[in-house]
């Protein structure tokens, strides 16, 4: 959070030390860069979405034996090329507040004037008035997964098999060192092997080498797949409700792809208002009260929307969350903020509604 506040304090003190009896207010205006040294600048905020995929990747790889798969080891359907498939794990939704440029104000404090304690985020959306408020971080992504290292069958190998003249006759000799590591490891389970220890424990660390030794051989006919899981990270703000919207693509091959990207398939978002945010109703006679209340704090009423994110075939992730876009903006009267109060407001810092007004 900036500390904008304080230094505002700083600035005005001087003015401070003046103060009279006279009514005492803050005067809010249309933001302007630069236009004013006494005051602060503030945005109300947008509700921007934080998408984040979970993907598993799975990369096959075809064995250097796969030929001889069948002859050898009855192996069927083995696979001769390598390929990558990618699924969707999970797909999770998160709010949070941007500077909305169209919504940008300075608190302005003139002489004879009561400055208030403002607190801001870090690009400048208003967090709080006459109180501390921390600005609130978005959760840390969840972890890559890496695929773990393959293994290296010709460390198993024996001497004769790394010195066969040819492809055909490592494979047989590969498939006779699969089918002696079957039968140690059929002896050592039924207690027939001369050398079966009498620790469980070390029993279970020889089954375990030799299954690793089986696998890592039977690879060579077999192929492997490696798994590993991929997060990608996006931010998506909307600027109008929809029913149907291409949020990203996803392809098979390549995981997560631009909206515009054609070997991907559509993954969709709707948004949609859940209809209880309080209509607004004019008349001359609010008219003529807002117009008091042009000095003051604006602030949003968010419109409360349901969220979905979709496919043809499954849904993903739904949530409901306010959106300060699809509101309207709304003013505490400046009432609030004179030299006789010292009413503390604290807003969402995801879609600047009032969160809690204390006097």
């Not at 192929?223 to 919207?245: H, I, N, Y």
């Amino acid at each position: 959070m900036k500390r904008i506040a304080l230094i505002v304090l700083t600035i005005l003190s001087p003015l401070t030390t003046h103060l009279s009896p006279v009514s005492a207010q803050t005067e809010v205006t249309n933001f302007v860069p630069g236009s004013t040294l006494d005051g602060v600048n503030y945005f109300l905020p947008q509700t921007a979405l934080r998408v984040t995929v979970v993907a598993e990747k799975n990369v096959t790889t075809p064995g250097e034996l796969n030929k001889y798969a069948f002859r050898y080891l009855r192996l069927q359907d083995v696979p001769v090329s390598s390929s990558t498939a990618w699924a969707i794990k999970s797909i999770t939704v998160e709010p949070y507040g941007v500077p909305d440029h169209h919504k940008a104000y300075n608190v302005k404090v003139k002489s004879k004037t009561v400055a208030p304690l403002v607190a801001l985020t870090h690009d400048g959306i208003l967090l709080a008035i006459n109180t501390d408020c921390e600005e609130e971080a978005l959760p840390e992504l969840p972890h890559s997964v890496p695929a773990p290292a393959p293994q290296n069958p010709r460390q198993y190998m024996n001497q004769e098999i790394l010195t066969a003249g040819s492809t055909a006759k490592m494979a047989e000799l590969c498939a006779q060192e699969i089918y002696d590591i079957r039968d140690s490891r059929n002896a050592l389970v039924r207690g027939e092997a001369d050398n079966t220890p009498k620790d469980g424990q070390q029993l279970k660390l020889m089954l375990d080498q030799l299954a690793t030794q089986e696998q890592a051989l039977t690879q060579l006919f077999s192929g492997f797949t490696q798994t590993s899981s991929e997060v990608f990270s996006f931010t998506f703000l909307p600027t109008q409700e929809t029913d149907k919207a291409i949020l990203f693509r996803f392809s098979q091959m390549e995981g997560v792809v631009d909206s515009d990207d054609l070997s991907g398939q559509p993954i969709y978002i709707s948004i949609k208002n859940t209809g209880n945010l309080p209509q607004r109703t004019e008349s001359p006679e609010t008219d003529k009260k807002k117009a008091k209340l042009e000095r003051g704090i604006y602030y949003n009423v968010p419109a409360r929307e349901a969220i979905s994110i979709f496919d043809i075939n499954q849904s993903y992730a739904s949530i409901e969350c306010s959106m300060g876009q699809f509101g309207y903006t709304e003013i505490l009267s400046n009432v609030l903020f004179d030299k006789k109060m010292t009413t503390k407001v604290l807003f969402y810092q995801e879609n600047g509604g009032v969160k809690k007004l204390e006097q």
